[in-house]
């Protein structure tokens, strides 16, 4: 892992393994880092997780809708995984850098890059893909945050798309859910997107000098079903503003935890449960249901009068 003294702040094009040896903070260990803890995040940068099926087929579409290119995609010819000749065949790929894919997904995924194409061409940002590049690497440093033992805190971005005039920038999602706004905007926060979106804008500030109210940060949703239906999904002020308040808690946690040298993991304390409201209502409910008004007045004793 290249560490923080090789660093060099800027824009670069890289490949994602070299990407992925970077020893800095990105906005994925920043939402482990307050979903779960410091040491959850120190873990999961030292040990990056491999790509699975699904993935896979994320990473395709990605490479083909944005790179326009299928020269890193291996196409295994055989109906599944299951044969040895399948699972050595998608082993000896991703050993040399390409993304394995079964022939007949790879038909999946040209008809849902042809319908996202058609998506973007007649969406308020047609063109978008005209002029830009994919996968670039933002690298800075963030000074004067916690206590780092040197300097500021490293921090890291690769933009699925960044315009080269670096005020548009697209996320491109594939969901094996649905890609309707409703829908997908209330997981964007359990995905740590909304996290992803202010860190992404951040990079492009400290690298690129562009503000972030000049900056259009856009999700492109796509479907992995048939038939392949796509949304645009923006972060409002609101939210946007919550997950630049979210990052920059999370980077004063990470530069105290470097310059500590410590990753506490959850309280050694004991940690009381308290009823939850739901709780109480269920039961209330229950003791009406079945007569039961002794227990009924019991509950709403506790709770003040208020079951």
């Given amino acids: 892992m290249k560490n923080e003294r090789e660093l060099e702040a800027g824009l670069f094009q890289m490949p994602m393994q070299d990407y992925l040896t970077l020893d800095a903070l990105s906005s994925h260990l920043c939402h482990t ?24 087929l994320g990473t395709i579409a990605h490479q083909m809708l944005l790179e326009g290119s299928d020269s890193m995609i291996e196409i295994v010819d055989a109906p599944d995984w299951r044969t040895k000749h399948a699972r050595e065949a998608r082993e000896t790929a991703r050993q040399e850098g390409k993304t394995p894919i079964l022939a007949d997904d ?52 690769r933009p699925d798309w960044l315009a080269n005039d670096f005020r548009t920038m697209i996320h491109f999602k594939t969901t094996q859910g649905r ?6 905007s209330s997981r964007m926060v359990d995905m740590g997107y909304d996290m ?52 920059e808690h999370a980077l004063q946690v990470w530069g ?12 050694v304390e004991i940690c ?7 709780q109480i209502t269920q039961m209330a409910e229950k003791a009406l ?14 709770t003040g009068g208020r079951p």
Wanted: glycine share 8%; proline share 7%.
């Fill in 33 to 56: 880092l307050l979903t779960r803890s410091p040491a959850h995040a120190r873990y999961e940068q030292a040990h990056p997780t491999g790509a699975n099926g699904a993935m896979d």
């Fill in 106 to 157: 790879m038909a999946e995924v040209r008809s849902m890059v042809e319908v996202a194409r058609a998506y973007l061409a007649s969406s308020e940002i047609a063109g978008v893909l005209e002029q830009g590049k994919p996968e670039q690497t933002l690298l800075w440093e963030e000074g004067g945050i916690g206590k780092p033992r040197r300097g500021g805190t490293w921090c890291k971005a």
């Fill in 179 to 184: 890609a309707n706004p409703e829908w997908f």
């Fill in 196 to 247: 992803a979106a202010a860190f992404y804008t951040r990079g492009v500030q400290y690298v690129c000098g562009v503000t972030p109210s000049r900056l259009l940060s856009v999700f492109l949703v796509q479907e992995s079903s048939a038939p392949y239906a796509c949304s645009l999904i923006g972060l409002a002020p609101s939210l946007m503003e919550l997950a630049v308040v979210k990052v």
């Fill in 256 to 267: 105290t935890c470097l310059a500590e040298w410590r990753w506490p993991a959850y309280p």
């Fill in 272 to 278: 009381y449960t308290e009823a939850r409201p739901w």
């Fill in 289 to 302: 249901a079945w007569g039961d008004y002794e227990t009924f007045e019991r509950i709403t004793e506790l």
